[in-house]
């Protein structure tokens, strides 16, 4: 069930999560619950599908990961809770992989439109594939959508989100292809001082500035 509170704007970035409750795998969740973590919410076209399988145990296999990073799994596809109780029991049975995190049942389709995960007049769930980034606060913070014939990668889903925490608390910029670990950029500069001041420093353009140390 929606909050229709928080339905009267788009999903995107910089706008707060609609809040909705749901049945799932791992029993009734409300998207507010997750408040205090960050969250990875994502929607695909169909159980039982290869793509999607594929997906599924590669964000399993790397559940750990995430929960160091403090940030949880949550899935949704328009199919029925049965479905996702036998699809998620196949793959344990057929590749030994136990999917833990919740798969929100959306048969109305009334959560991905509110996420504009399918577009509001289609009567098909065949374009569902995106990925939200939700903060501790609550807002989307970035997302991404993919074709249905296109697989995502959930190292660089765990790429972005190092990013976005990183950008956040060092108060830092990150730069084409940056992962964990890497020299981060300082943020373009706003006025004439901080521009001079960068275009002092030998061997580095003033628009494109290293951050002394790594994050």
Same mark, same amino acid.
């Given at each position: ?37 960050? =969250? ?29 990073? #403090? ?25 030994? +992989?136990?999917?833990? /995190? ?25 374009? +569902?594939?995106?990925?939200? /980034?939700?903060?501790? #606060? ?15 990668? +959930? ?16 108060? +830092?910029?990150?730069?084409? &292809?940056?992962?964990?670990? #890497? ?24 628009? =494109?500035?290293?951050? &002394?140390?790594?994050?």
């Amino acid at each position: 069930m929606l909050d229709t509170a928080s339905t009267n704007q788009v999903a995107q970035i910089g706008s707060a999560a609609p809040d909705f409750d749901a049945r799932t795998t791992e029993g009734l969740v409300r998207l507010s619950d997750y408040r205090g973590r960050w =969250l990875i919410f994502f929607s695909h076209p169909a159980d039982f599908t290869p793509v999607c399988t594929s997906e599924f145990i590669a964000f399993e296999k790397q559940i750990e990961a995430f929960n160091r990073r #403090e940030c949880d799994l949550l899935g949704l596809s328009v199919d029925s809770l049965y479905s996702h109780l036998a699809w998620v029991k196949d793959i344990e049975t057929r590749f030994d +992989v136990r999917i833990s /995190f919740p798969i929100v049942e959306d048969i109305s389709m009334a959560i991905a439109r509110a996420y504009g995960m399918i577009h509001a007049a289609s009567d098909s769930t065949a374009s +569902v594939r995106s990925v939200y /980034f939700i903060d501790p #606060e609550g807002i989307i913070r970035a997302l991404i959508h993919y074709p249905l014939a296109v697989g995502r990668s +959930v190292d660089e889903i765990f790429r972005v989100l190092a990013a976005l925490q990183t950008s956040e608390t060092a108060g +830092v910029s990150t730069p084409e &292809g940056w992962r964990p670990g #890497e020299d981060t950029v300082l943020p373009a500069p706003t006025d004439m001082r901080q521009v001079d001041e960068r275009a002092a420093r030998s061997g580095q353009a003033w628009y =494109l500035t290293s951050k &002394g140390g790594r994050q």
